[in-house]
């Protein structure tokens, strides 16, 4: 045998034993990076209970602006938060409705109540929907369907049949576009995901099938078919998992052998053997899953941040933390709490559940609830798998090969690859999913149910229309964001009335500010 074959065998069998213990249930970072944030800000509600518990003044020995509540309601709200401790809810809810005013009226426009029959539709729009089945039918007329289904979001068939003729048009990411974007407005829709998890399976998108059937299971841990699509989501992961090793050993090591051989013609063999590693190194990493991913990041991110180790403020975070995670649905991760040192009002999370939280949204933030909103957001992007599915869009497992070849342009190893991770941006559907399961387990946790959506008025009150805001910059806030929170609350009917957390919270305050001062 030449020495040249022992030696691709060898690198072979170096590679296959990999841990593969990539679980089934993956779930991956979220980014939150320094960027400037786009014009435009939440929307300011008149007389909603935020804009009457903040208040703001001038600190004369800092020379900025300190935002609080007024005495009164602090006061108001430790009282209650004591009563709710003890189990004297109904007594806590009368003190927090003195300080939380109703929401705004809003009609319900972005939870309609599915229509899965068209004889429940009016006779007039029953008699348009078969109009536009048969011009569909006939003659793929997209215009007319697109249209019924944009003036009737709530009739879930419309949605089905303008998927279905994309897919006869050949047109399969307009109908996957359909298919999200239904579910979206209907994650408990056990039809829509089970369509929407075929048509990416036939396009082989294995992980993003298994991302969308996890998904429904996580959003609807209780449903009869909770069960059947965890199956599906175990096996298209498995069909995953299996693929990206093929990738791995296909073109990255094939290709690494092929680098190998030619670098002294290329007279560049440090540059290549560096690049192996990294290759072989990202491979790996890959292959063990979010875990060993998430570990690697962490690692990177420690080093390269100024982190508080102030054992009650990490104690405060962790706790925090972990009582929010619990509830997520997925016990695969190690969850670790970090809290940064960084004025923005600011956090992030890496795969496996490392989580970032600056001290600007420790000390800017009015509640504890406030802030385990914030982290509840955060964390759900992780157990959702979103970013994840933004690395798999952006091709930067795509193979090991690929790595070498930018390494061999930039000189620049595995680091930049992880910076990268981290700078992906989600998508609208993404961002709601987030709000959806972090509100909800934010509401089970016994925290206030409005405490992401007191946060995102508390970040509009301190940057308003202008001046960086990383965490509004990779979440766009839409003009119906905190309008979306508030209808969310509203139609699940999540207690608002529950714990915030005040006291605790504003003592946290005082000790980090004596330590960063």
């Known amino acids: 045998m030449k020495r040249t074959d022992k030696l691709l065998i060898l690198t072979l069998l170096l590679v296959i034993p990999l841990n593969l213990s990539f679980s089934p249930q993956i779930a991956i970072a979220h980014q939150l990076r320094e960027t400037t944030r786009k014009k435009g800000s939440i929307p300011t509600k008149a007389k909603t209970e935020t804009d009457t518990l903040i208040t703001n003044f001038d600190d004369p020995e800092t020379n900025t602006t300190v935002y609080t509540l007024p005495v009164d309601h602090y006061e108001t709200l430790v009282k209650a938060d004591f009563l709710y401790r003890q189990g004297n809810k109904e007594a806590a809810e009368e003190l927090y409705r003195k300080v939380k005013a109703p929401f705004e009226s809003h009609e319900n426009t972005m939870f309609p109540e599915p229509i899965n029959n068209a004889k429940n539709l009016s006779t007039e729009i029953q008699t348009q929907w078969e109009e536009t089945k048969k011009a569909a039918d006939k003659n793929d007329n997209l215009e007319m369907l697109q249209e019924f289904v944009a003036q009737h979001s709530e009739f879930v068939p419309g949605h089905l049949l303008l998927a279905k003729i994309l897919q006869k048009n050949k047109k399969e990411t307009e109908a996957l576009q359909v298919l999200e974007k239904a579910a979206s407005l209907f994650p408990d829709s056990a039809e829509i995901v089970e369509v929407h998890v075929k048509a990416l399976r036939k396009e082989k998108d294995y992980l993003k099938a298994s991302i969308a059937a996890r998904q429904f299971v996580l ?299």
Do not use: W
Request: a negative charge; one cysteine or more.
């Open 219 to 517: 959003v609807n841990p209780d449903s009869p078919e909770a069960e059947n699509f965890q199956e599906i989501a175990d096996e298209n992961f498995n069909k995953f998992h299996n693929n990206i090793k093929g990738q791995m050993l296909g073109k990255g090591i094939f290709g690494t052998a092929l680098r190998v051989g030619s670098c002294a013609l290329l007279g560049n063999c440090d540059v290549v053997g560096i690049a192996v590693g990294e290759a072989i190194k990202m491979g790996g990493l890959m292959l063990q899953g979010e875990s060993g991913l998430g570990s690697q990041a962490a690692k990177f991110y420690k080093k390269k941040l100024t982190l508080v180790e102030d054992k009650k403020v990490v104690k405060y975070i962790t706790n925090i933390g972990n009582s929010i995670a619990e509830l997520m649905g997925r016990d695969d991760f190690e969850y670790e709490f970090y809290v940064v040192r960084d004025d923005s009002l600011n956090a992030f999370v890496l795969p496996g559940g490392k989580v970032f939280v600056n001290t600007g949204a420790i000390l800017n933030t009015n509640s504890e609830a406030e802030l385990a909103g914030l982290i509840a957001h955060e964390v759900a992007h992780a157990v959702l798998s979103h970013g994840f599915q933004r690395i798999v869009t952006n091709n930067l497992y795509d193979s090991a090969g690929q790595i070498i070849s930018e390494a061999l342009k930039t000189d620049i190893p595995i680091g930049s690859i992880v910076t990268n991770l981290i700078g992906l941006q989600y998508s609208r559907s993404n961002e709601r999913q987030a709000d959806l399961l972090g509100t909800r387990v934010l509401a089970t946790a016994g925290y206030a149910a409005d405490g992401l959506r007191n946060f995102m008025v508390t970040v509009d009150k301190k940057y308003g229309n202008t001046g960086p805001l990383s965490f509004l910059s990779t979440h766009p806030a839409s003009d119906d964001r905190v309008e979306y929170l508030e209808q969310l609350i509203e139609h699940n009917g999540y207690n608002r009335y529950a714990f915030e957390g005040v006291e605790k919270h504003r003592e946290i305050q005082e000790n980090l500010k004596s330590k960063i001062d």
